[in-house]
């Protein structure tokens, strides 16, 4: 099958056009559910490999499949990705295919002549897994030390001129935190950093007061477009996870990293993105529970014919079937047509199915302009078992602290998306329909008259994505000159 040419412009995970439904371009792997690590927030609930493990024979012949459907990238993961004895195989079988690997670790006992065996057979990224200082990081790992084995093993990814990067979960724990996780990962040598918050799934789900409540939304989001401002100036990216957003006044500033105005476009699980468990079931997304969005298994069906066909898989392919599914504040959202809900895993994982997210910027801004915020409240505790979860309320408060019915949803009218998709406002930075005007949100005109504000304003904010880059760029070659590292997008 012909490839798209790479572009020097975005990640090669990057969708592009025509991959929708096509392939599963990026491709996350959970090799083994072996681990060393206890997490808190452990959505898998890894620890012991599972019962029936994909044989390396299986996982090569898997690897070439997935080959021949396009993929471009694939990330290993685990539980602990490198307890798998024959990983370094699958390393090098992906490589030579041509397709970019990656690691994602929490870094215990990984030592730098693994990591130098790994970077020989062609791993090319790696991201580890910090969620905090020292005494939080260690506590949300459930093993002491855990922070500085962490912090050692990017440096040695950074050492062997692998794209090193971290990722952190955003909880109760650590939401105060973040900027000292920043310090120390700048310091180490990151090249990007991804925030994503902790999910209700798993390990996460025996202690919901570990999650963070949808309406600190409104003071954890500033304090992420501060980071990203201050992350550029050290030559690290800040990326928002799947899970982070969604179309506040802050959507443009991490989205556009081209100078080019963009937003998110709704979950990419089986439209672009795959998960494979360790034993062959294939999800449309790895963080998915398994028992609602399994789609097959390798083992008992081609993985082309399963891409194809799974309803499991192409439940995000058709926009008028995704809408069909939301509820709630979702269902009348301006924004329904191309947020579809933001996040399946994060929506499903409070029980209640996908389609109706409290975890979304927008939505806390709009309930509070009106004195309201949403809070979640555990009513059944999951059962035990990997990828699964409990049931959750959400519950509309007033400023009293009133709980309120929820049918308050249907007084926000839905707006249907016109052609043209979004443009951004000038004036207070939210994303409006094509050709609305004024803004629905700040009621500022927007006819485009040659207006020198508004112009203005468009470009001064690609002034800022440019600048930002150049940051990245200059303290990559500080670092380079000072003994530094080689980074990979």
Known sequence: MPRPAPSRQFPVRAPRDGDEGRCPVYVVWEITLACNLRCAHCGSRAGRPRAAELSTAECLALIDELHALGTREITLIGGEAFLRRDWLALVERIAQRGMLCGLQTGGRNLDEATIAAAARAGLRAAGVSIDGPPEIHDRLR????????????????????????????????????????????????????????????????????LLLQPFRLRELMPLLAELHREAARHGLRLQPGNNIGYFGPYEAIWRSVTGRVEYYGGCHAGRTAL????????KGCPSLPTRDYAGGNVRDTPLAEIWARAAELSFMRAPERSRARLSGYCRACYYADICRGGCTWTAHALGRGPGNNPYCHYRVL????????????????????????????????DAAGRVLDQTVYESEPAVPLRGGGLELCEACRQFVHAGADPCPHCRAPRTDSGDADALYARTAFALQAWQEQIARVSARIARLRTGGFNSVD
């Open 142 to 209: 459930g093993v002491p030390g855990s922070h500085a084995h962490a912090i050692r093993v990017l440096e040695a990814f950074r050492r062997r001129g692998l794209s090193a990067t971290v990722n952190t979960q955003i909880n109760a724990r650590n939401a105060e935190r973040l900027r000292e996780i920043m310090t120390a990962i700048v310091a180490a040598g990151a090249t990007a950093w991804q925030l994503q918050l902790t999910v209700a799934m798993g390990n996460a789900a025996d202690d919901p007061e």
């Open 275 to 282: 998960g494979i468990e360790a034993d062959g079931t294939i």
């Open 366 to 397: 709009r309930l509070a302009e009106r004195g309201w915020r949403e809070r979640i409240v555990q009513r059944r505790h999951p059962e035990g078992r990997p990828f699964d979860y409990g049931e959750f309320d959400i519950l509309v408060e």
